[in-house]
């Protein structure tokens, strides 16, 4: 009987790890970057253009690579919020409007951990015609002298 068992606990082991990469919710398979201009600098960003990378965003990352970020593209305009579930690091955000013209900076904060996801700061645009976010590395933006008002290419993402 205990034979029996193992082998059974065995094949269950077996199934599961065989199952998990399957369960992934991430849709990493079609992972698109594409290099854009931000102003007078060129950077690379990853594409959230579905509703799971853009829920999944930059959560559960360690960091993010010089000059690189995350485009968030919208089927519409409206107004926007986002928050730092298991985000590792500050994370700056651009609100972009569908002309290319940065409307909002903010700097989001890491949060703890612990924070329960109802808990988190909601950072919503003031503006309700929002296409386009851009998170980057905490600072970036005052790092590299982009502002409100600034015209982001995104001639390589509508093409």
């Given at each position: 009987m205990r034979q029996?068992?193992?082998?059974?606990?065995t094949l269950i082991f077996f199934s599961i790890v065989l199952?998990?990469?399957?369960?992934?919710?991430?849709?990493d398979s079609n992972n698109t970057t594409r290099i854009i201009e931000v102003g007078n600098h060129t950077?690379?960003?990853?594409?959230?253009?579905?509703?799971i990378k853009r829920a999944n965003g930059l959560s559960f990352r360690?960091?993010?690579?010089?000059d690189h970020g995350m485009l968030f593209i919208f089927p519409d305009e409206s107004r926007r919020g986002f928050h730092m579930l298991g985000c590792k690091f500050d994370i700056d955000l651009a609100?972009?409007?569908?002309?290319?013209?940065?409307?909002?900076?903010?700097t989001m904060e890491k949060e703890p951990p612990t924070t329960p996801p109802e808990s988190l700061t909601t950072?919503?645009?003031?503006?309700?015609?929002?296409?386009?976010?851009?998170?980057m590395i905490g600072g970036w933006f005052e790092e590299h002298d982009v502002s409100v008002d600034t015209e982001i290419n995104l001639e390589q993402i509508n093409n």
């Open positions: 029996l068992f193992n082998k059974n606990k199952l998990i990469p399957g369960c992934n919710i991430s849709d950077i690379q960003v990853e594409i959230a253009d579905t509703p360690d960091t993010l690579a010089e609100y972009i409007e569908s002309n290319g013209i940065i409307s909002e900076i903010i950072y919503l645009s003031q503006s309700t015609t929002i296409r386009y976010a851009l998170e």
